[in-house]
């Protein structure tokens, strides 16, 4: 099994589409987790953090369940210019390399 | 949040050349640097952990020789790809850690590397 597993995309949604990714991962004892987005021949910018108690920054809704080891991202309204890799990235302890997701795709179509 | 600088932007080079990236932390202090490739349409794959001050950590299938990392300063890595071949070509990107209380990475804005 993968260390982190991602929807396997790619998402097509209309403009105004709400839409949702899920990111699996392996280790219990994993820190912190993030959503980066990867737009084509660019480098990844880190969207936003995931805390325990999920956490919202406008379309965007993070949500983390240490349970079931699993990290959501949704995104509302969606608009042309989210269409991007999204990445699932886990941080598996304090000063440990990320772990990166293979990425989602999603196309926002007009 | 932190800003990483990567240069040069792209490169196009002949084959067996030898090509130098560098990736500065401009606004923070990073003890460590990642080494990143990117083929098309395909996952981020880290190449190697750079400490400053001590030998880089390559991953498993890189050649430590063939790519050269130098983390002299804590701003300032660099990665040398020697002799370079038209398979070298891909998106090169570093990162850098910053352990604040955020612990986040950030990423320069990549290199593309062309061997011709």
């Known amino acids: 099994r993968k260390e982190v597993e991602q929807d396997p995309g790619p998402f097509n949604v209309p403009e105004g589409a709400t839409v949702a990714f899920n990111c699996t991962y392996s280790?219990?004892?994993?820190?912190?987790f993030f959503w980066y987005r990867q737009d084509c021949r660019k480098e990844p910018k880190l969207l936003m953090s995931?805390?325990?108690s999920g956490n919202e920054d406008g379309r965007f809704t993070a949500q983390l369940n240490r349970a079931s080891q699993y990290i959501s991202l949704l995104i509302r309204d969606s608009k042309l210019s989210d269409s991007a890799t999204y990445l699932c990235?886990?941080?598996?302890?304090?000063?440990?390399?990320?772990?990166f997701g293979p990425g989602t795709r999603l196309s926002v179509l007009p | 949040g932190a800003v990483v600088s990567q240069h040069p932007s792209w490169v196009i080079c002949k084959s067996g050349t030898s090509v130098k990236i560098e990736c500065r932390s401009l606004?923070?202090?990073?003890?460590?640097m990642f080494w990143y490739r990117q083929f098309p349409k395909q996952s981020l794959m880290l190449m190697a952990t750079?400490?400053?001050?001590?030998?880089?950590?390559?991953e498993q299938g890189v050649e430590k020789d063939k790519f050269l990392i130098n983390h002299a300063s804590l701003t300032l890595s660099t990665l040398t790809v020697t002799s370079a071949h038209p398979e070298d070509s891909s998106f090169y990107i570093c990162?850098?850690?910053?352990?604040?209380?955020?612990?986040?990475?950030?990423f320069g804005p990549g290199t593309r590397l062309t061997v011709t």
């Open positions: 990162s850098a850690r910053d352990y604040g209380a955020s612990d986040e990475q950030y």
């Open positions: 280790n219990s004892a994993s820190q912190s």
């Open positions: 995931v805390y325990s």
């Open positions: 990235v886990v941080n598996p302890n304090y000063g440990q390399n990320f772990v």
């Open positions: 606004d923070f202090q990073a003890t460590t």
């Open positions: 750079s400490n400053e001050g001590s030998k880089a950590t390559y």
